[in-house]
């Protein structure tokens, strides 16, 4: 049972665009949002994070958005640029550990 | 300062031996996690080791087992491969309590089992 929805699985954007992804998740007791970057051949790196007493966190050209009530939360990248394209994954912590959606595989286009 | 390292960082079985991974933390981190990685796919939580202990577990059987060493190094090993654990293997390091400092992820061991 997947407990964190991502969506797009693939976004492709020109320079200078604002790729948008959502994630979407069911169980309360997540407590802590991050969001990770992975290139190929490496391990996730944390970008940025939020807790959901936050609605919203920014962090240079990249911000969170929280909406707890609805169980959703999404990533923004302002002035995207090709150095930006990777796969880009959601997850939500609990006492269980990390859980991670599907991933989303952005390509930034010069 | 030196991020998650894990050795090695490809590996070929065949199906139905045994094989050992292994991580050393971040400095200053004492909470070990290992994920499994698909190809496509988010990592999948295996376990995680604190003061040499699980402490929990995500939905992965017996097979998978792993160990925490005094100086918080860790190994995962994985009994009876079968084809289907061919994925990389991450490990994460944390210092517990300080989850506003998230996971740091080494780069991965590929293991691809035939």
């Known amino acids: 049972q997947q407990q964190v929805k991502q969506s797009p699985q693939s976004l492709i954007v020109q320079k200078g665009g604002i790729p948008i992804i959502n994630c979407a998740y069911e169980?309360?007791?997540?407590?802590?949002f991050p969001w990770y970057q992975q290139f190929p051949g490496k391990g996730p790196a944390l970008l940025i994070a939020?807790?959901?007493?936050?609605s919203e966190k920014k962090e240079g050209r990249f911000t969170i958005s929280f909406n707890k009530s609805a169980k959703q939360f999404s990533l923004h990248i302002m002035d995207s640029q090709p150095g930006d394209s990777a796969t880009y994954f959601c997850?939500?912590?609990?006492?269980?550990?990390?859980?991670f959606g599907k991933g989303t595989h952005l390509i930034i286009q010069p | 300062d030196a991020g998650v390292t894990q050795s090695p960082t490809h590996l070929i079985k065949t199906r139905g031996q045994q094989v050992t991974l292994r991580c050393s933390p971040k400095?200053?981190?004492?909470?070990v996690s290992w994920y499994q990685q698909a190809l496509g796919q988010g990592p999948q939580f295996i376990f995680q080791?604190?003061?040499?202990?699980?402490?929990q577990r995500g939905n992965f059987p017996d097979r998978f087992s792993g160990h925490q060493f005094p100086n918080y190094s860790s190994e995962l090993n994985v009994n009876a491969l079968l084809l289907g654990d061919s994925a990389l293997y991450l490990c994460?390091?944390?210092?517990?309590?300080?989850?506003?400092?998230?996971?740091?992820f080494g780069s991965g061991t590929r293991l691809t089992v035939v």
């Open positions: 997850a939500a912590s609990s006492a269980d550990g990390l859980t």
């Open positions: 169980n309360t007791a997540f407590d802590y």
């Open positions: 939020i807790r959901p007493d936050v």
């Open positions: 400095s200053g981190h004492d909470t």
């Open positions: 080791y604190y003061e040499e202990e699980e402490r």
């Open positions: 994460a390091s944390q210092r517990t309590g300080r989850m506003d400092y998230g996971y740091t």
